[in-house]
């Protein structure tokens, strides 16, 4: 894809859970949020170099009735909390199940295209970052660099082919960087 416009940016397009905070299965109270090390200050790095950043985060919780929108929002208000006023441009979330197979809920690209029309986004400059093949097959759908982080599921995952692999957040920060600096 090429760029829109001189004035569009590049994202770091992020999954939530066991990519920015320790994974809870169908985490509904803030209080289990635990941002992983490092995270919040390689975000303000990549930040610091140009890049939005923006969450996207398939939450089928919702969908599935284990907790409802306001519970997922409390959540992502401690989220944003934790890594830092002004550190995330916009978070994107899908509720649907897996059965639902929309082209919101990654592996679909759905929610980034929402990111790239709200935010004058140019993905060819831009990367996705997550712990699952879903992740990466989103952001390869999307036309992302890729960096799959061997938090959360990513330590065992290895069914998927991303453009790079990293130990987590911050050792990602530091490929993408460099690659910037380049």
């Given at each position: 894809?090429?760029?829109?416009?001189?004035?569009?940016?590049?994202?770091?397009?992020?999954?939530?859970?066991?990519?920015?905070?320790?994974?809870?299965?169908?985490?509904?109270?803030?209080?289990?949020?635990?941002?992983?090390?490092?995270?919040?200050?390689?975000?303000?790095?990549?930040?610091?170099?140009?890049?939005?950043?923006?969450?996207?985060?398939?939450?089928?919780?919702?969908?599935?009735?284990?907790?409802?929108?306001?519970?997922?929002?409390?959540?992502?208000?401690?989220?944003?909390?934790?890594?830092?006023?002004?550190?995330?441009?916009?978070?994107?979330?899908?509720?649907?199940?897996?059965?639902?197979?929309?082209?919101?809920?990654?592996?679909?690209?759905?929610?980034?295209?929402?990111?790239?029309?709200?935010?004058?986004?140019?993905?060819?400059?831009?990367?996705?970052?997550?712990?699952?093949?879903?992740?990466?097959?989103?952001?390869?759908?999307?036309?992302?660099?890729?960096?799959?982080?061997?938090?959360?599921?990513?330590?065992?995952?290895?069914?998927?082919?991303?453009?790079?692999?990293?130990?987590?957040?911050?050792a990602a920060a530091e490929i993408i960087i460099s690659r910037h600096n380049?």
């Amino acid at each position: 894809m090429t760029r829109e416009t001189d004035d569009s940016a590049p994202a770091i397009f992020l999954d939530r859970d066991g990519t920015i905070m320790r994974d809870v299965d169908y985490c509904d109270d803030p209080g289990d949020v635990e941002i992983l090390p490092g995270v919040a200050d390689a975000l303000r790095r990549l930040k610091g170099a140009g890049y939005k950043i923006i969450v996207v985060t398939n939450q089928s919780g919702i969908g599935r009735g284990y907790f409802d929108e306001t519970a997922y929002r409390a959540v992502e208000r401690e989220v944003e909390r934790q890594l830092g006023d002004g550190v995330v441009e916009a978070t994107y979330f899908c509720a649907d199940g897996p059965e639902a197979a929309s082209d919101r809920r990654k592996p679909g690209i759905g929610m980034v295209r929402e990111a790239q029309r709200d935010h004058r986004l140019d993905l060819t400059r831009s990367f996705m970052l997550g712990d699952k093949k879903s992740d990466i097959d989103c952001g390869r759908g999307a036309g992302l660099q890729t960096v799959l982080v061997r938090t959360g599921y990513g330590s065992r995952e290895n069914d998927c082919t991303p453009d790079f692999i990293a130990a987590d957040v911050p050792a990602a920060a530091e490929i993408i960087i460099s690659r910037h600096n380049g």
